[in-house]
């Protein structure tokens, strides 16, 4: 909230929306933006059956929103005072009706830097980011609904959170919808104007990803375990491989790797060397535990079953 205080913007509303939580964040929320006018806090209403809750909330959100444009930010980004300003500006200059960016990750724990950078590194080193506005199939995609951008016209022309209304992974849903209906969208990543703390320690962390790793691959078991065996083995193997015929030249290609993709997520890059090895076990542990998860039914985030959806 204080950061959003700070957006050198001018013509723009905020909406907050206490999703029933047990916090006190309604309180919170309220007193902090007290006799602030651009700042309207809501209270969710009860979640219906078929729906996950970001994804209603998010829905309950627009239906107060008049604007021309709807920029949905979770409640942990910060954002720094021309955010707003340059997200617009990618808009406007690449002709996009959507925009998604991946925020700097944040990290204090031991724990999150195992689990956290999986996810930039992932992503960077699979998808170039720019592969996502020069191919138009839904195939080339990536998006964070940490920060997700839309054309009014393109958001409703989707469906909206509506129509990806009972889906884990909803921010890919939406940027695929965008795709298939023939409008531009476009993915960047946060640099120091964009930024979050996700999780807080190791636990947090592994659950925040295991919620959506397996959904990601439409839990589709074939593709998730092929690609798991993929990376591992243009990962992992190449690391064992190369101690056990004493050529270290082998690992050249992933310490460029993570040097490369460290310096553009401002991420400790001294860190994300050090801990590759433990970090890609823990891709591994991820993978295993959000497949059982789903499997068994066991699928859980902040205390709410994602079992039904």
Same mark, same amino acid.
């Given at each position: 909230i204080n950061s959003l205080k700070e957006i050198l913007y001018s013509d723009f509303e905020v909406f907050i929306l206490d999703d029933n939580s047990t916090d006190g964040t309604y309180?919170?929320?309220v007193k902090l933006t007290e006799n602030d006018k651009? *700042?309207?806090?809501?209270? &969710?209403?009860?979640?219906?059956?078929?729906?996950?809750?970001?994804? #209603?909330?998010? %829905?309950?959100?627009?239906?107060?929103?008049?604007?021309?444009y709807f920029l949905f930010i979770d409640a942990d980004v910060i954002l720094s005072p021309y955010a707003v300003e340059k997200a617009f500006g990618n808009?406007?200059?690449?002709?996009?009706d959507a925009l998604s960016v991946f925020p700097s990750q944040k990290m204090k724990t031991f724990g999150e830097?195992?689990?956290?950078?999986?996810?930039?590194?992932?992503?960077?080193?699979?998808?170039?980011?720019?592969?996502?506005?020069?191919?138009?199939?839904?195939?080339?995609?990536?998006?964070?609904?940490?920060?997700?951008?839309?054309?009014?016209?393109?958001?409703?022309?989707?469906?909206?959170?509506?129509?990806v209304k009972n889906c884990v992974v909803e921010d890919m849903e939406l940027a695929k919808n965008i795709k298939k209906s023939?409008?531009? *969208?476009?993915?960047?990543? &946060?640099?120091?104007?964009?930024?979050?703390?996700?999780?807080?320690? #190791?636990?947090? %962390?592994?659950?925040?990803?295991?919620?959506?790793?397996?959904a990601g691959f439409n839990k589709k078991t074939t593709a998730f375990f092929i690609f798991h065996i993929f990376v591992q083995l243009t990962t992992t193997a190449f690391t064992i491989l190369s101690f056990a015929v004493s050529n270290y030249f082998l690992l050249v290609p992933q310490i460029v790797n993570r040097i490369?993709?460290?310096?553009?997520?401002?991420?400790?890059i001294f860190y994300n060397i050090l801990l590759h090895p433990l970090q890609m076990?823990?891709?591994?542990?991820?993978?295993?535990?959000?497949?059982?998860?789903?499997?068994?039914?066991?699928?859980?985030?902040?205390?709410?079953?994602?079992?039904?959806?």
């Open positions: 309180e919170k929320a651009q *700042f309207k806090i809501l209270q &969710g209403k009860d979640l219906p059956a078929g729906w996950v809750g970001k994804n #209603f909330a998010c %829905s309950q959100l627009v239906e107060s929103a008049d604007g021309d808009l406007a200059a690449l002709n996009l830097f195992l689990i956290v950078p999986l996810m930039q590194w992932f992503l960077l080193s699979f998808l170039p980011l720019n592969f996502v506005r020069f191919f138009k199939s839904s195939a080339f995609t990536a998006a964070n609904g940490q920060f997700m951008l839309f054309h009014k016209e393109a958001y409703f022309k989707i469906g909206g959170h509506e129509k023939g409008m531009k *969208f476009a993915v960047f990543t &946060g640099g120091s104007d964009i930024s979050c703390r996700m999780f807080s320690g #190791f636990s947090d %962390s592994l659950q925040g990803f295991s919620k959506n790793f397996y490369a993709i460290s310096a553009i997520t401002k991420q400790n076990l823990m891709f591994i542990v991820v993978g295993v535990n959000s497949f059982i998860q789903f499997k068994t039914k066991k699928n859980r985030w902040k205390e709410r079953e994602l079992n039904s959806i």
